[in-house]
């Protein structure tokens, strides 16, 4: 067992190699990942200054030159190739998404020691990362990955609006017994709040299958013993 090096949490290494980042913060990573090809529309839509989704209203005016906002401008700057630390330094708001997405793409092609592939302008190389995330979870640099594509991410959905929604699921989880499992858009798991285990939807589903009958029987159980307490005695005449 070691300790994840982004949310501290004992985990354990799988057989192959080293692991400095736990499942859990991968796959919040691998949700990310997903995540942003999809805010990006969504971007560009909020980036008149009183259009786009942002303000709830149709999309038109298109004669009327329209200011844009300064800080979506930010978000959607160019993917300038360069090491992500020097954007940091000349930058005083959020780093550009695309930007903070070719220059972790450029660090983990030049830690493995390969060529990035060619950059394509509607490739914003989120695959890239997802195809070496495995890889990128045994290096410490992760904490500062993790840091970025997060602050990308939460910046974006700020301005779109777009706060994934969170469902919590009926049955307990099975780790901790807690109620405190979650589903979340855009991520691939069912997450305990407790003790941070992972489920997959199909794991969820033969879980709840196999305690919920039994869950349900004890708590009718309990609902009659209770009505039948609670029943008042017959009034005297
Ligand atoms: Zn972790
Ligand atoms: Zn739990």
Redesign the pocket.
Known sequence: MSS??????A?RDRGDAHRT??????HRIRGWLREIPRQLPLLRASLALDGGPAQGRPAGRAHSPLPVRGDVLDLLGPAAPGPVRDHRGDQSGTLPVLATVYAWAEQIAAARGRDLPPFRPRDDYTRYIAAHLNYACSQVWITDLHTELGEAVHAARAITRTEPRRRPKDAPCPGCQAFALVEEDWQPYIECGTC?LLLSHDEYVAHHRAVMPPLYRTALRLTLHQAAHNAPEDEPK
Not at 4 to 9: A, D, E, G, S
Not at 21 to 26: L, Q, V
């Open positions: 994840c090096v982004i949310c501290r949490r985990h980042a736990c499942d859990r913060c991968e941070g």
